[in-house]
């Protein structure tokens, strides 16, 4: 009787942040109306924890997400409490016993009891000589590791979240770890799920990786945008997972937004990279087989992901500064608006090159002028407004002297009585930041040691080491692709499919998803490799590697070397690959007649 309660058992997990800045509507909206066990939070990026690293530099107590304690759990720490929802949250940042003191100070000031579990282990910034003397390289380039890193910390997994629910936590703090982990050690705690049931912890790591990202499971990004109803009220996403990994997309009702296959099918490509292989510390996700079936209004069952054993090492995202960036803007109006932005532009370049010269101090290290309106800077040689009468210029630069892009900074608001006529806009003078650049790298498994900590009582967690290296995936045979007729008619691509683009690292990945099963073929016939290349070579400097995805119709494209750098190391106004996947559906693709 026991395991037959526990399949029919469900389990309901909502996603109330998927950045550090997301709406503070979320939580609140998912504590009153989600009917939830657990409320998942995911706070962190590369760039967050160099910000936070900073911040606890200057004040020990500090160095998390303030947002969590201050904001989100100030408003909803009765209600939790009082409904008995488990919270996991990786707000702790570079500093997860800081975060957890203040949430127990408040706690305290609000009189609801609160046991709070933190999990430490994550950096490995002591680990660093050991990892220079065996010449650790970067892990896509193999680049020698910076002289001093600002941050190194390993992504975790969920075991010792698992651990912090079995000790009776009521809230999880970690420092970094997998996005998707937070969602899957609050399965792995509620259905009992071995280290080694693989299938299973795939499932759970899509459940977490469809919500990570908040509103983008319910209607946030979705290529048919105009189909998303109520956009101030769009709710958060609530996952219903059963013991056999099952689960089902919905969000709570009377909300604005959208769950569809078609979003949620968005959402699982997004930034994933090969989706044989999803390489995570707990386990390997092959996600080419996974399954979408509407269900009714607002609710998608997600089935079919298949788990491999993980690799033997973990994925440390280290941050260190390089030198100083700045970026100002301009609005140019009137005729030939895009011409003028790009002179006033070259202008402001060459007068402060000069100046930087005349003052002896190192050339800029980078340079990049955007003229945003005008399509040049995003669609390039497929732009069609080039003789825009508005545009907005955008110029960016580096320099390890924080001093030369002062002097930068003083040189844009002359532009307004200097050059281009109708040029406005110029605001405040921009200042001058840090340049935090991402270096990755692996680190065994062994060399790790995860900690949770519930009050004064430290626990050491094991975790399964000395794993193979993952083999890579065996061949299968490709789906059909159908190649056009000359006589057929052309429309853009995304009259046949829906698309939503990320990066990972200085890569974007773009899935593409056919509206019918029936016209992938014509779609594979023509998104190859080499076409999506050409549509897209005046951002891509590197390959284009396509997988099929052929469980949701789809394809999942990853662009090397497309980000400028990627992050902070790109001067590009779209750092993360966000409108690649709108560009993309610009292409122009043959169709049958009377395809429709």
């Given at each position: 009787?026991?395991?037959?309660?526990?399949?029919?058992?469900?389990?309901?997990?909502?996603?109330?942040?998927?950045?550090?800045?997301?709406?503070?509507?979320?939580?609140?909206?998912?504590?009153?109306?989600?009917?939830?066990?657990?409320?998942?939070?995911?706070?962190?990026?590369?760039?967050?924890?160099?910000?936070?690293?900073?911040?606890?530099?200057?004040?020990?107590?500090?160095?998390?997400?303030?947002?969590?304690?201050?904001?989100?759990?100030?408003?909803?720490?009765?209600?939790?409490?009082?409904?008995?929802?488990?919270?996991?949250?990786?707000?702790?940042?570079?500093?997860?016993?800081?975060?957890?003191?203040?949430?127990?100070?408040?706690?305290?000031?609000?009189?609801?009891?609160?046991?709070?579990?933190?999990?430490?282990?994550?950096?490995?910034?002591?680990?660093?000589?050991?990892?220079?003397?065996?010449?650790?390289?970067?892990?896509?380039?193999?680049?020698?590791?910076?002289?001093?890193?600002?941050?190194?910390?390993?992504?975790?997994?969920?075991?010792?979240?698992?651990?912090?629910?079995?000790?009776?936590?009521?809230?999880?703090?970690?420092?970094?770890?997998?996005?998707?982990?937070?969602?899957?050690?609050?399965?792995?705690?509620?259905?009992?799920?071995?280290?080694?049931?693989?299938?299973?912890?795939?499932?759970?790591?899509?459940?977490?990786?469809?919500?990570?990202?908040?509103?983008?499971?319910?209607?946030?990004?979705?290529?048919?945008?105009?189909?998303?109803?109520?956009?101030?009220?769009?709710?958060?996403?609530?996952?219903?997972?059963?013991?056999?990994?099952?689960?089902?997309?919905?969000?709570?009702?009377?909300?604005?937004?959208?769950?569809?296959?078609?979003?949620?099918?968005?959402?699982?490509?997004?930034?994933?990279?090969?989706?044989?292989?999803?390489?995570?510390?707990?386990?390997?996700?092959?996600?080419?087989?996974?399954?979408?079936?509407?269900?009714?209004?607002?609710?998608?069952?997600?089935?079919?992901?298949?788990?491999?054993?993980?690799?033997?090492?973990?994925?440390?995202?280290?941050?260190?500064?390089?030198?100083?960036?700045?970026?100002?803007?301009?609005?140019?109006?009137?005729?030939?608006?895009?011409?003028?932005?790009?002179?006033?532009?070259?202008?402001?370049?060459?007068?402060?090159?000069?100046?930087?010269?005349?003052?002896?101090?190192?050339?800029?290290?980078?340079?990049?002028?955007?003229?945003?309106?005008?399509?040049?800077?995003?669609?390039?040689?497929?732009?069609?407004?080039?003789?825009?009468?508005?545009?907005?210029?955008?110029?960016?630069?580096?320099?390890?002297?924080?001093?030369?892009?002062?002097?930068?900074?003083?040189?844009?608001?002359?532009?307004?009585?200097?050059?281009?006529?109708?040029?406005?806009?110029?605001?405040?003078?921009?200042?001058?930041?840090?340049?935090?650049?991402?270096?990755?790298?692996?680190?065994?498994?062994?060399?790790?040691?995860?900690?949770?900590?519930?009050?004064?009582?430290?626990?050491?967690?094991?975790?399964?080491?000395?794993?193979?290296?993952?083999?890579?995936?065996?061949?299968?045979?490709?789906?059909?692709?159908?190649?056009?007729?000359?006589?057929?008619?052309?429309?853009?691509?995304?009259?046949?499919?829906?698309?939503?683009?990320?990066?990972?690292?200085?890569?974007?990945?773009?899935?593409?998803?056919?509206?019918?099963?029936?016209?992938?073929?014509?779609?594979?016939?023509?998104?190859?490799?080499?076409?999506?290349?050409?549509?897209?070579?005046?951002?891509?400097?590197?390959?284009?590697?396509?997988?099929?995805?052929?469980?949701?119709?789809?394809?999942?494209?990853?662009?090397?070397?497309?980000?400028?750098?990627?992050?902070?190391?790109?001067?590009?106004?779209?750092?993360?690959?966000?409108?690649?996947?709108?560009?993309?559906?610009?292409?122009?693709?043959a169709v049958p007649p009377g395809w429709r």
């Open positions: 009787m026991e395991g037959t309660l526990k399949m029919d058992k469900v389990v309901r997990i909502g996603g109330a942040s998927g950045f550090w800045g997301d709406s503070s509507v979320g939580a609140p909206q998912l504590v009153a109306r989600g009917n939830l066990d657990y409320l998942v939070f995911d706070y962190l990026a590369e760039l967050t924890m160099s910000i936070l690293a900073a911040a606890r530099a200057k004040k020990p107590e500090l160095g998390y997400a303030t947002d969590f304690v201050d904001v989100t759990m100030k408003a909803i720490v009765r209600e939790v409490a009082r409904k008995g929802i488990r919270v996991i949250s990786n707000a702790g940042g570079v500093n997860p016993q800081a975060c957890a003191q203040a949430l127990a100070a408040l706690a305290a000031e609000q009189a609801v009891p609160l046991k709070i579990a933190v999990v430490t282990g994550d950096d490995v910034l002591p680990l660093l000589p050991q990892l220079r003397e065996q010449g650790v390289g970067e892990l896509q380039t193999g680049a020698p590791m910076p002289e001093r890193l600002l941050t190194a910390n390993a992504y975790l997994g969920a075991l010792p979240i698992r651990a912090a629910l079995d000790a009776g936590a009521q809230v999880v703090i970690t420092g970094r770890c997998v996005d998707s982990a937070v969602t899957l050690g609050a399965l792995m705690h509620a259905f009992d799920w071995r280290e080694d049931d693989y299938d299973r912890l795939a499932q759970g790591s899509l459940a977490g990786h469809i919500i990570e990202c908040g509103c983008q499971a319910t209607g946030g990004l979705h290529t048919d945008w105009e189909a998303v109803p109520d956009w101030p009220h769009i709710g958060y996403p609530v996952i219903e997972c059963q013991a056999d990994g099952s689960f089902v997309v919905g969000k709570p009702n009377d909300t604005g937004g959208l769950v569809n296959t078609a979003v949620v099918a968005e959402q699982m490509l997004y930034e994933i990279g090969d989706p044989r292989r999803y390489l995570l510390p707990d386990v390997t996700c092959d996600f080419t087989q996974v399954r979408l079936e509407q269900l009714g209004e607002q609710r998608v069952r997600v089935t079919g992901a298949r788990g491999l054993p993980p690799g033997p090492g973990y994925k440390v995202s280290a941050t260190y500064m390089d030198g100083f960036r700045c970026t100002a803007q301009l609005t140019i109006v009137g005729f030939d608006a895009a011409r003028k932005a790009q002179r006033t532009g070259e202008a402001i370049l060459a007068r402060t090159r000069e100046l930087i010269a005349q003052r002896r101090w190192l050339p800029y290290t980078r340079t990049h002028i955007e003229v945003l309106g005008s399509e040049l800077a995003y669609y390039g040689p497929h732009a069609r407004t080039q003789d825009v009468r508005e545009a907005v210029l955008q110029v960016a630069v580096m320099h390890p002297q924080k001093e030369a892009l002062e002097l930068f900074a003083r040189e844009i608001a002359p532009a307004g009585t200097s050059w281009s006529p109708g040029t406005t806009g110029a605001g405040g003078r921009p200042s001058p930041s840090p340049c935090i650049r991402q270096f990755a790298f692996l680190v065994d498994k062994g060399r790790v040691k995860p900690q949770v900590r519930i009050g004064d009582a430290t626990q050491d967690i094991a975790v399964p080491t000395g794993q193979a290296s993952v083999p890579p995936p065996e061949a299968t045979a490709a789906p059909d692709a159908v190649l056009p007729r000359a006589d057929w008619p052309q429309v853009p691509l995304v009259q046949l499919a829906w698309a939503r683009s990320g990066d990972k690292g200085n890569h974007s990945n773009i899935g593409v998803i056919a509206r019918r099963p029936e016209w992938l073929p014509w779609l594979r016939g023509q998104l190859t490799p080499q076409r999506v290349k050409d549509w897209l070579g005046h951002l891509v400097a590197g390959d284009v590697v396509r997988y099929d995805v052929p469980g949701i119709h789809a394809m999942n494209f990853l662009c090397t070397e497309a980000l400028d750098g990627g992050g902070m190391a790109s001067l590009r106004n779209d750092p993360l690959g966000k409108g690649m996947a709108q560009i993309l559906l610009a292409m122009p693709v």
